[in-house]
Nanobody, 120 residues
Framework: QVQVVESGGGLVQPGGSLRLSCAAS????????MGWYRQAPGKQRELVAT???????NYEDSVKGRFTISRDNAKNTVALQMSSLKPEDTAVYYC??????????????WGQGTQVTVSS
């Protein structure tokens, strides 16, 4: 039905930048909220940033000012531009999409995750 795929993860030095991308595909009518979450070893998955279809954004405090989330409603894509990266940003980053179908049914879909490692 719906596939959510992330890309762009990798190894970067502290202070560096990285851009993550995510695309949702399938029989999608619209997507209310798209977001990025992350999970580090031994920790719970946490919200990083979200963006509504009207462009309203929300950021976790530790990434505010360093990360920027954006989306293209027509393409059902969302991106996360990360700068001034810190070792504590190391985690698997997951994309999610709150999908509305033409029938009115709604569901949240998750990507498989992409690894981001910040290390010197």
């Amino acid at each position: 039905q719906v596939q959510v795929v992330e890309s762009g993860g990798g190894l970067v030095q502290p202070g560096g930048s990285l851009r993550l991308s995510c695309a949702a595909s399938g029989r999608i009518f619209s997507i209310n909220v798209m977001g990025w979450y992350r999970q580090a070893p031994g920790k719970q998955r946490e919200l990083v940033a979200t963006i509504r279809s009207d462009g309203v954004k929300n950021y976790e405090d530790s990434v505010k000012g360093r990360f920027t989330i954006s989306r293209d409603n027509a393409k059902n894509t969302v991106a996360l531009q990360m700068s001034s990266l810190k070792p504590e940003d190391t985690a698997v980053y997951y994309c999610n999409a709150d999908v509305l179908f033409i029938t009115g049914y709604k569901n949240i879909y998750w990507g498989q995750g992409t690894q981001v490692t910040v290390s010197s």
